[in-house]
């Protein structure tokens, strides 16, 4: 028994580590406002009616995970607003290992604060990794739909991931997958096949009144295979990267944090009236 829970313990950083690679290194203080988001003063203009807000990835956090997107975002004249969701008792800076389920309530608060503090009725979401996962969870089951117009996620895991096999390794081990949920259950709510992932998708992917884009890359190495995370609907728009640029070779970290590419084509879909062709001179 002692030698089953050691291979246990010794799989778990290397899950962890698989999943955490989402985000930046941490800050000193992630409630920090940076750059002009998250400026609660903030109107929207006639030309961008919604607030946007942002939610991070798996590790990730409210400032690490938006450093390049957030400022791109408010220089064009949005209101951006970003949340720390899924925190753990006594872990700083690295959120999202809660239960997708409980996030997606927090999720929900946090979006009724931004539309109150707007003025606005609906709102916009860009998420990367789980951030764009977990968000459909409160749009089928806690009344999003009815505030968010448009869910723009960012290599998001729709469908599970495997990690390049990673995950079945976890049947090798006995008790491995039990323990794991009860210590970080954001991470084994994400494998491919989990319960909360059956339920979201089961009945269809989308839910009426919604418009989503899904920007992936085929050098993803955590959602994987890549094309998990794309979604069937009728008010869909599944968007590859390298299709844009085919020298493009962003991963699933430089997607989120870094990607220009990826950004032009997350304001195209934040503004579809106005959008313009994404190529590579948009990087």
Known sequence: MKLRWSRTLTLLPALALAFGVTTAPASADASTVSSGWNNYSCKPSAAH???VVLVHGTLGNSVDNWLGLAPYLVARGYCVFSLDYGQLPGVPFFHGLGAVDASARQLATYVDRVLAATGTHKADLVGHSQGGMMPRVYLKYYGGADKVNALIGLAPDNHGTDLDGLTRLLDHFPGAKEYLGKLTPGLTDQIAGSDVL???NQGGDT??????????????EVVTPYRSGFLDGPDVRNVLLQDLCPADLAEHLAIGLADR???????????????????????
């Open 49 to 51: 009616p919604r607030p």
């Open 198 to 200: 059956n339920r979201l």
């Open 207 to 220: 839910v009426p009144g919604v418009h989503y884009t899904v920007i992936a890359t085929k050098y993803d």
């Open 261 to 283: 590419v990826a950004f032009h084509e997350t304001a195209n879909a934040l503004d579809p009236a106005h959008a313009t062709p994404t190529t590579c001179a948009a990087g």
